[in-house]
């Protein structure tokens, strides 16, 4: 059964698994939140010690040609767009490598004429004699063009199903392919058929209510630690932020309740990743971190060239999709639109003093290609 048919029989068909987590969502004392807070600690010492691996999301473009709402990147929006070409990504990776980091996350909006296989498969290659690990968050691929970026040296992939209500999906999305539900939802195991070794899931919580969400998120990863066993399976638990577009989330999740997510997820499915992002402001960042993350991104931007510039030279504005005349397009000093605003902005520095006060220690390499072909 694929998890298409098992998510729209979720009612009649949680597991115990399913049906155990979502007690952990129901409304708690503080004693109560306390005594699972405790657990998720545990559980988490037990199985990753204490340690958090550091990631930097690196933006290649911003050109889309979906328009989903709550989306920075929209088509729609009238947005200033560029897309790096692989020598501006890989300056920008190095600036990345200077701060330490080893791990990083490829993102791009979702343009076929900008980003395709191809291309990514360039990045790949050009960015993995100093990266040994990269993973990906694009458009959804056939197996065959996943292998392709897999070959090229990508170990990890990220698809947020964004909101698993399809009836949200479809209000959401108005027009382009990711409409497409079903091709969405089956893209980690297209990957994982593909070779990757890191599948990484998540909602984008204030789309739906967050614990039905939650719950369709968590047999999602039941059903992926079963079929993709001989991956990791990560989960994200990303909050809407501002963005272009100005889009209003019609639901919310609290401070308390992100962070019995978090511990829910932890003592529900001990041996998963559990990402945060900067999304969420520092002072929750640095309570969460003890109740079942194990990695996160750190002076993170959203736009591509935010960290070095790049593609300064190369912007244009769009208006319906459409670029306007050059001459017009940019105005001095200007940067491409970021999918949406951070709220951590503390420097990769004092990310990792922090980290170190509160007896962490972070990980900028946790894996190598080189253990593949050993």
């Not at 736009?303 to 593609?311: K, S, V």
């Not at 006060?357 to 253990?371: C, M, N, S």
């Amino acid at each position: 059964m694929s998890f298409a048919q098992l998510l729209d029989d979720l009612p009649l068909r949680k597991s115990a698994t399913v049906r155990r987590f979502e007690s952990l969502l129901a409304p708690k004392t503080a004693a109560d939140f306390e005594l699972l807070a405790q657990q998720a600690r545990a559980v988490t010492r037990r199985y990753f010690g204490r340690t958090m691996r550091l990631f930097a999301p690196l933006y290649l473009s911003n050109e889309c040609i979906n328009n989903c709402r709550y989306c920075g990147f929209s088509r729609d929006n009238p947005i200033l767009r560029v897309t790096l070409d692989v020598e501006q990504v890989v300056l920008e990776a190095r600036h990345l490598a200077g701060q330490g980091f080893r791990q990083v996350l490829l993102v791009a909006g979702e343009h076929p004429k900008f980003v395709g296989r191809g291309y990514l498969a360039d990045c790949v290659r050009a960015l993995a004699p100093e990266f040994p690990s990269i993973s990906i968050e694009v458009a959804p691929m056939e197996t065959a063009e996943y292998a392709e970026i897999v070959n090229a040296g990508a170990e990890g992939l990220v698809v947020y199903q964004e909101t698993y209500n399809r009836a949200t999906y479809a209000e959401m999305h108005t027009s382009g392919p990711k409409r497409d539900f079903n091709w969405r939802l089956d893209a980690p195991e297209r990957g994982y058929a593909a070779g990757f070794r890191r599948i990484g899931v998540g909602a984008l919580f204030g789309l739906s209510p967050w614990q039905d969400e939650a719950v369709a998120l968590a047999a999602h990863v039941e059903y992926l630690l079963r079929r993709c066993w001989q991956a990791q399976i990560t989960v994200s638990v990303p909050r809407l932020r501002p963005a272009a577009g100005e889009f209003q989330p019609q639901f919310s999740i609290s401070d308390a309740e992100l962070a019995q997510l978090i511990c829910a997820l932890r003592v529900t499915f001990p041996q998963i990743g559990i990402v945060l992002s900067t999304r969420e402001r520092a002072s929750l960042r640095d309570v969460l971190i003890s109740l079942g993350v194990t990695s996160m991104s750190a002076g993170s931007h959203t736009e591509p060239g935010g960290y070095t510039h790049q593609g300064a030279d190369d912007l244009h504005l769009t208006v319906g999709g459409r670029a306007i005349a050059a001459e017009t397009r940019t105005r001095e000093g200007a940067t491409a639109t970021a999918q949406f605003e951070i709220s951590d902005e503390r420097t990769v520095a004092e990310v990792t003093d922090s980290l170190r006060r509160r007896g962490f220690e972070p990980v900028w390499k946790d894996w190598d290609q080189a253990l593949a072909k050993s």
